[in-house]
């Protein structure tokens, strides 16, 4: 349980991808498994306990494509295009239409879902995917405004951002930023530090658009964010309290 000030090997190798939250980290095996490690307080390993574990055990299920871990619950990707969640449940964030927590994943309505985000801050409960066909969909806790829908009003099912398409999203506490077709930025949701880029401290119920264009990639945390532009150049905002967005400088609004 001690810190580690370098790299770790993590079970061998043949990994595909990995996804690390507040306390707990899982990875995609080849093959297709999904095994996790950490804290499992609130069932975020998906495998039916709630009993924490030095070593990756398997999530129940099998091939998982991708995975991303919120503070207190997880869900992933089958290669089959569908996408299930499990753990804490208490806004909807499983967006099952309950909110009970599960400790085994349960599936989100449909079978056309190409990516999902759940942030990895501290007290996010919310989840956002995007289908094949390129519609945002968000659900769970939406106490400020971070499931870009216009009100405050949690759900505890999925619903659509807009009627835009967009090609990635990102979420992280309370507040979300996403990239649509046609490459611009926007983001939506907790702006008290100016994190979502719009030059202001407003927070957004509804997506705003973020300074620039040609937008590729973006990545958000839950009070500073950073994004990439077509032409490699690299671009952050926000808080900016331990140097994340730049030094020497304060908040950032860009």
Not at 3 to 7: D, E, G, I, Q, V
Not at 156 to 161: A, D, G, I, K, M
Not at 201 to 205: A, H, N
């Given at each position: 349980?001690e ?5 770790v090997?993590?079970g ?13 980290t899982?990875?995609v095996r080849a ?8 804290d ?11 009993d924490?574990?030095?070593?990756p055990v398997?999530?129940?299920g099998?091939d998982?494509?991708d995975v ?8 992933g ?11 804490n449940n208490?806004a909807g ?7 009970v927590?599960k400790?085994?994943?349960v ?17 996010d409960?919310?989840t ?11 659900w769970?806790?939406n106490s ?11 759900s ?6 807009g009627?835009?398409?967009?090609s990635?999203v990102s979420?992280?506490?309370?507040r ?24 202001s ?5 509804l997506?705003?658009r973020?300074?620039?264009n ?7 945390a839950?009070?500073h964010?950073?994004?990439?532009r077509?032409?490699?150049?690299l671009?952050?905002?926000?808080d ?9 400088a304060?908040a950032?609004l860009?």
């Open positions: 349980t810190a580690r000030t370098s790299p090997q993590v061998g190798i043949g990994w595909n991808m990995v996804s690390a939250g507040l306390r707990a899982c990875g093959g297709g498994a999904l095994v996790c490690w950490g499992n307080a609130s069932g975020i390993f998906g495998n039916g306990s709630q924490a574990s030095l070593v398997e999530v129940v099998s998982w494509t991303a871990l919120g503070s207190d619950h997880a869900c990707l089958r290669g089959d295009n569908t996408l299930w969640c499990w753990g208490g964030q499983l967006g099952d239409g309950t909110t927590a400790l085994t994943p599936q989100v309505s449909g079978s056309d879902w190409a990516g999902v985000t759940t942030g990895s801050g501290e007290g409960a919310f956002c995917g995007i289908r094949l066909d390129g519609g945002l969909w968000c769970g806790d400020d405004g971070q499931l870009g829908l216009g009100t405050q009003a949690s505890s099912t999925p619903v659509r951002v009627t835009q398409t967009w990635t979420a992280a506490g309370k979300a930023s996403g990239v649509q077709f046609g490459d611009t930025l926007w983001s939506w949701g907790q702006n008290d530090l100016g994190q979502l880029g719009d030059g401290q407003d927070q957004r119920v997506p705003v973020v300074l620039g040609r937008w590729f990639q973006v990545s958000s839950a009070a964010g950073c994004g990439r077509q032409d490699g150049s671009w952050c905002w926000g900016n309290a331990h140097w994340q967005v730049r030094p020497n304060g950032v860009l």
